[in-house]
């Protein structure tokens, strides 16, 4: 059974930094696609990034203009997004989300899920 796990979510101030980590464990890694995705209150849940095996990101969100970057440590099966200049809007719940390759900017296409972590950005 696939399972995803997020940390690294928190309190920080407008123009910090978080870094958020997805440990997945029970699949073929090679296989999958992970994505990152965000929901705040009474929005629909947003594509943010997502990244291949091989290492290949790709960027959704034009929201995040160039703050936020994928990357992936296959030996540790974890899947980081660093986020910088962080701004109050950026505040909601962030998930990891795993479905077989290729990449897909699309909730629907996902197929396994972490349980989200929770980024609040406020002073």
């Known amino acids: 059974q696939l399972q995803l796990v997020e940390s690294g979510g928190g309190l920080v101030q407008p123009g910090g930094s978080l870094s958020l980590s997805c440990a997945a464990s029970?699949?073929?890694?090679?296989?999958?696609?992970i994505g990152w995705f965000r929901q705040a209150p009474g929005k629909e849940r947003e594509g943010l990034s997502c990244?291949?095996?091989?290492?290949?990101?790709?960027n959704y969100a034009a929201s995040d203009q160039g703050r936020f970057t994928i990357t992936r440590d296959n030996a540790k099966n974890t899947v980081y997004l660093q986020m910088n200049s962080l701004k109050p809007e950026d505040t909601a719940v962030y998930y990891c989300?795993?479905?077989?390759?290729?990449?897909?900017?699309?909730?629907?296409?996902?197929?396994?899920w972490g349980q989200g972590t929770q980024v609040t950005v406020s002073s």
């Open positions: 990244i291949t095996y091989s290492g290949g990101g790709i």
């Open positions: 029970g699949f073929t890694s090679n296989l999958y696609a």
């Open positions: 989300a795993a479905k077989r390759y290729p990449c897909s900017r699309y909730a629907f296409d996902y197929n396994y």
